[in-house]
Nanobody, 121 residues
Framework: VQLQASGGGLVQSGGSLRLSCAAS????????MGWFRQAPGKEREFVAA????????YYADSVKGRFTISKDGAKNTVNLQMNSLTPEDTAVYYC???????????????WGQGTLVTVST
């Protein structure tokens, strides 16, 4: 499976963006798809995840209530709707896949090229 994130860009504080992660191969129902982000000089951090089979979602406290992760089985994509963005959300956003839920990026694989989100004041 290859993953490709897209949808990043420049947005003003308080604005919204929708990211998409397209998978080139089949995503099995046992898979968990996750979004992570990495700001300059910082570790890659967990943002949100979704179980492909059940649709159960998980969020980091920092984005809960502002971000929504969803899946589109027909298109084999995972989306991240980001609202009420702040400059602290500025980072490169990546999607990854795992079989066992974790908020540690080391537990995920199949990272694709990330997409840059820049939130201006």
């Amino acid at each position: 499976v290859q993953l490709q994130a897209s949808g990043g860009g420049l947005v003003q504080s308080g604005g919204s963006l929708r990211l998409s992660c397209a998978a080139s191969g089949r995503i099995f129902s046992s898979s968990i798809m996750g979004w992570f982000r990495q700001a300059p000089g910082k570790e890659r951090e967990f943002v949100a995840a979704i179980r492909w089979g059940t649709g159960r979602t998980y969020y980091a406290d920092s984005v809960k209530g502002r971000f929504t992760i969803s899946k589109d089985g027909a298109k084999n994509t995972v989306n991240l709707q980001m609202n009420s963005l702040t400059p602290e959300d500025t980072a490169v956003y990546y999607c990854g896949k795992t079989t066992y839920y974790s908020t540690d990026h080391a537990g995920y694989g199949f990272w694709g090229q990330g997409t840059l989100v820049t939130v201006s004041t």
